[in-house]
């Protein structure tokens, strides 16, 4: 079936300092990939989306490339902020079905 | 624009009883989805909707039910809690079904059933 697997958390950074979470994922076909964050208390934002093979997404700084040859869509920042301390998903849709399928979540925490 | 809307935001109730939760979509998105996270099993699809139609199910007990409303509101429904029914219940709406339509989150309902 369709799955999503991100690294365990949590992942505990100082004030900028570069961050990867890892993302990999299994599924038939070409699905869209997204990287959601929640902030304590809130629900998920949409951070970055990519559509197909080779697209990068990017938003405030935080990077995610679409690699199909090897499934994955790993989150990048060059240098965090203690406001990026949240819990950060990812996530896949495909083209055929409405709902999105979630990875367990990695909770970031940065120090300043 | 207003953003996704959840009521209540949370919930105290005891097993057997049963709860509606309720989702305002952002003006003029059709398709609302419902998704269920807790601790142990993180984020889980229920259910969506679109045109009042519910298009795509996920793997819940017949419990949990939901509508959709001619002006895109939806409410869902669980019936019979059990303490293992205590989450954070999102929803999520969409212009369009499909998977270049972006969703939008509420800040969820928090139900603790006890």
């Known amino acids: 079936g369709n799955s999503v697997t991100q690294m365990e958390g949590p992942v505990t950074l100082s004030e900028e300092a570069f961050l990867t979470i890892n993302c990999t994922y299994t599924?038939?076909?070409?699905?869209?990939l997204f990287w959601y964050v929640q902030y304590p208390g809130e629900g998920l934002q949409l951070l970055l989306k990519?559509?197909?093979?080779?697209d990068k997404g990017s938003n405030k700084g935080f990077e995610a490339t679409y690699r199909k040859e090897t499934t994955s869509f790993h989150l990048e920042k060059g240098s965090v902020q203690v406001s990026d301390s949240a819990v950060y998903f990812c996530?896949?849709?495909?083209?055929?079905?409405?709902?999105?399928?979630f990875g367990k979540g990695t909770k970031l925490s940065v120090k300043p | 624009k207003a953003g996704v809307t959840q009521t209540p935001r949370y919930l105290i109730k005891t097993r057997g009883q049963q709860v509606t939760l309720s989702c305002s979509p952002i003006s003029g998105h059709r398709s609302v989805s419902w998704y269920q996270q807790t601790p142990g099993q993180g984020l889980q699809f229920l259910f969506e909707?679109?045109?009042?139609?519910?298009?795509n199910k996920g793997n819940f007990p017949g419990r949990f039910s939901g509508r959709q409303f001619s002006n895109s509101r939806s409410e869902m429904n669980v019936s019979t809690l059990e303490l293992g029914d205590s989450a954070l219940y999102l929803c999520?709406?969409?212009?369009?079904?499909?998977?270049?339509?972006?969703?939008?989150f509420g800040a969820g309902t928090r139900l603790s059933v006890l």
């Open positions: 990519a559509t197909k093979a080779d």
């Open positions: 909707y679109f045109s009042e139609t519910q298009r």
């Open positions: 996530a896949l849709i495909k083209r055929s079905q409405g709902n999105l399928i």
């Open positions: 999520a709406s969409s212009l369009e079904q499909g998977a270049d339509n972006i969703q939008y």
């Open positions: 599924a038939t076909g070409y699905p869209s």
